[in-house]
């Protein structure tokens, strides 16, 4: 709280370090326009570490209906109400990662909210997107291989300007994410296993 109080927070969040099938240090951005920039990519504040005062709770309540309320209600009260989120630069919980999480258990109906989520992040960052920018965008967040070489220059441009952060984590991560996106597709045609072929 005290935290909060000096960084200007309304919303706090917090890394964590997640144990079970995986070990690692779960980092998340600190400052509010960083974690609006990766929450386009992920979910850059994690719903277990989420503290906030009681009159804020109460006023916009939790969305049980949504697949993905812990992720959808930070963003929620960042784009609609203007609150500022933070998150705390260690981690304060311990994170189990296991596979009856229901993350992982309903995993497609979640993978759709948190589309819609990170659409609705990238639509309030930069107002004056086009769905052509949006569907390009989206092309690097799902991994998936661009339609053509007009939407691959559309997706970097996007991707220079959501890279201009002070934060060089959140620069080599967005960095990462260009040089996976921009990867040629790898096709295994059958002519020799183990010998894919790029298209």
């Known amino acids: 709280m005290a935290w909060m109080d000096a960084h200007g927070v309304d919303v706090c969040g917090s890394c964590t370090r997640v144990f079970g099938d995986h070990w690692y240090l779960g980092w998340v951005p600190e400052q509010h326009d960083d974690i609006l920039r990766e929450s386009v990519f992920r979910c850059a504040f994690v719903h277990p570490t989420v503290l906030l005062p009681a009159s804020i709770a109460k006023a916009h309540p939790f969305n049980e209906r949504h697949r993905c309320g812990g992720d959808e209600l930070p963003i929620r009260l960042a784009l609609e109400h203007g609150y500022r989120l933070g998150n705390v630069p260690q981690a304060l919980i311990k994170y189990r990662h296991h596979a009856a999480q229901r993350t992982r258990v309903e995993l497609r109906p979640i ?3 948190r589309k819609e989520i ?3 992040v ?3 960052l930069f107002p004056e997107v086009t769905r052509a920018d949006e569907a390009a965008v989206m092309r690097v967040t799902g991994a998936a291989p661009f339609a053509d070489s007009g939407e691959r220059e559309r997706a970097a441009g996007w ?3 959501l890279s201009e952060t002070d934060n060089p984590m959140v620069r080599r991560l967005m960095a990462e994410r260009w040089e996976a996106a921009s990867r040629p597709a790898i096709l295994d045609v059958g002519e020799a296993p183990g010998r894919p072929v790029a298209s």
């Open 159 to 161: 991707m220079a300007r």
């Open 118 to 120: 990170r659409r609705r």
């Open 111 to 113: 993978v759709a909210h």
């Open 122 to 124: 990238f639509r309030h």
